[in-house]
Nanobody, 116 residues
Framework: QVQLVESGGGLVQSGGSLRLSCVAS????????MGWYRQAPGKERELVAT???????IYADSVKGRFTISRDNAKNTVYLQMNSLKPEDTAVYYC??????????WGQGTQVTVSS
């Protein structure tokens, strides 16, 4: 069974930075695209960024130029560096494996709160 453990969230002022980490277990991590998602109160979960096995990335328009997704295949870990944070970035952040057989598995998420 796939297990995903997110960490690194917290309370930060507007303009601040945080680095999220997600450790995956139960799968061979390297071949799969990994994604970060977020869900704000009262809103649907949305895709923030993805990183393919080879390192190519895609970002939501709302975070382009501020967030950077990366991965360390040796550590089965995907990261999300978040800079210039805004109050609208406040949400629970989750990672996920972008593959049909594994996409149903979600971790507990990590709370990011940005104060104005």
């Amino acid at each position: 069974q796939v297990q995903l453990v997110e960490s690194g969230g917290g309370l930060v002022q507007s303009g601040g930075s945080l680095r999220l980490s997600c450790v995956a277990s139960g799968i061979i991590f390297r071949p799969y695209t990994m994604g970060w998602y977020r869900q704000a109160p009262g809103k649907e979960r949305e895709l923030v960024a993805t990183v393919r096995s080879g390192g190519s990335t895609i970002y939501a328009d709302s975070v382009k130029g501020r967030f950077t997704i990366s991965r360390d295949n040796a550590k089965n870990t995907v990261y999300l560096q978040m800079n210039s944070l805004k109050p609208e970035d406040t949400a629970v952040y989750y990672c996920n494996v972008d593959y049909p057989a594994f996409s149903k598995f979600w971790g507990q998420g990590t709370q990011v709160t940005v104060s104005s």
